[in-house]
């Protein structure tokens, strides 16, 4: 197997995150001889906690100008360790700071880059990618005879690596020395939701899918979005699900209906929206083909509610479908949750 490149960035603790140990179990899955490099405002606290991992050479691009996520200095930073490394694979998770930073190296250094791959593992030697396409309805395998060839992974689709760290300051880091580019960007803080808010959570066991039928007339003849967004809310917060939502429940916000005000485009799955990684989903009030056929293409337990029967795509496509007034059921599930 060639030699691999692992490039991670580290947090505002120091330390490296989920989606950069699972991008290190890949590396280590594939057998060649593996070089670390870290970029952050401080890198050492990171090198000592993979120091187990079996890495042939740590290097790493420190100061504070690396703290922050800017594409002029990941790239130079990047771009440094690539040439330090001088390795044919490439591999990185796919955060959103590599994900701007790594297709710019990778003109650089006249090599290719693949992104939203979901496993890189090598077989007989040769490296091998897996992506999917047209809105993750097929899965391609790709090999590439160019290198630098470098691999934006995907996170949340292998196990994120967990040995033994070393005690701090037991790896040896071989610091790679880039003066940081003229730079017009500032980061001046975050700006997210309150906790409370936050309805999309990558890294939850449960999604829930809530579609239109929240919001229309129930069998009373009057329409309940106040409570549906109670109980959806109150299951999200108990649960700590993420929430996903049908392209008609969102785009009822432009048409002047009644709305979950806790819908946003963000949260829309199916073809033209996400596709989550969950454990496990329950859809409700959801009859759509995109959402259940495309939207739940990685959720592995799927259950619905809906008052058809014969809703085809629930049907279809969910282990389990309760006929059943959703209202009653997310009351009773809320209830039992506590
Ligand atoms: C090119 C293209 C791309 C698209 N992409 C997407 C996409 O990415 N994502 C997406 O979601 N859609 C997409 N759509 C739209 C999609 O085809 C459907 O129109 C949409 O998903 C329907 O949303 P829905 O199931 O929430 O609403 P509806 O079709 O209105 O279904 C509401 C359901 O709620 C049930 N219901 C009502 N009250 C209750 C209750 N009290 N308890 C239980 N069940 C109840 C009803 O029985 C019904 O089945 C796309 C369409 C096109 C043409």
Avoid at 31 to 36: F, N, R
Avoid at 37 to 53: D, N
Avoid at 68 to 93: G, N, W
Avoid at 100 to 115: E, F, I
């Amino acid at each position: 197997m060639e030699d691999i490149l692992l490039l991670a960035h580290t947090e505002a603790d120091g330390s490296l995150a989920k989606a950069g140990l699972e991008a290190l179990a890949t590396a280590l899955g594939l057998g060649g001889a593996l070089t670390i490099g870290l970029v952050g405002a401080a890198t050492q606290a990171a090198a000592g906690q993979i120091a187990g991992c079996g890495a042939a050479r740590f290097l790493a691009v420190t100061g504070d100008a690396f703290g922050q996520p800017r594409y002029t200095t990941d790239a130079a930073a990047a771009e440094a360790l690539c040439r330090a490394a001088d390795c044919p694979i490439v591999l990185a998770a796919g955060t959103s700071r590599w994900a701007r930073a790594l297709p710019g190296v990778a003109y650089r250094l006249s090599g290719r880059v693949d992104t939203h791959a979901t496993s890189l593992t090598s077989a007989n030697g040769a490296p091998a990618v897996t992506r999917w396409f047209y809105r993750q309805r097929m899965e391609a395998v790709l090999t590439r005879s160019l290198r630098p060839w470098m691999v934006l992974l995907d996170p949340g689709c292998v196990a994120p690596w967990t040995g033994t760290p070393g005690p701090a300051g037991t790896a040896t880091v071989e610091a790679v020395i880039v003066e940081p580019p003229a730079t017009r960007t500032t980061v001046t803080g975050y700006q997210a939701p309150k906790t409370d808010e936050q309805t999309i959570r990558p890294d939850a066991k449960v999604l829930l899918v809530a579609g239109a039928g929240w919001t229309k007339k129930q069998a009373d003849g009057a329409v309940h979005a106040a409570e549906a967004e109670q109980l959806i809310l109150g299951f999200l917060r108990k649960a700590q699900a993420s929430l996903g939502g049908s392209k008609s429940v969102v785009d009822l916000t432009g048409e002047g209906e009644a709305v979950l005000h806790c819908m946003t485009h963000m949260n829309q799955v199916g073809q033209t929206g996400s596709t989550p990684r969950h454990a496990k989903g329950l859809s409700t009030c959801c009859h759509g083909e995109e959402p259940h056929v495309v939207g739940w293409r990685f959720v592995n337990q799927r259950r619905a509610i809906n008052l058809d029967a014969g809703c085809g795509w629930a049907r279809g496509k969910a282990d389990v479908l309760y006929v059943a007034d959703a209202f009653e059921v997310m009351r009773h599930v809320n209830a039992l949750l506590g």
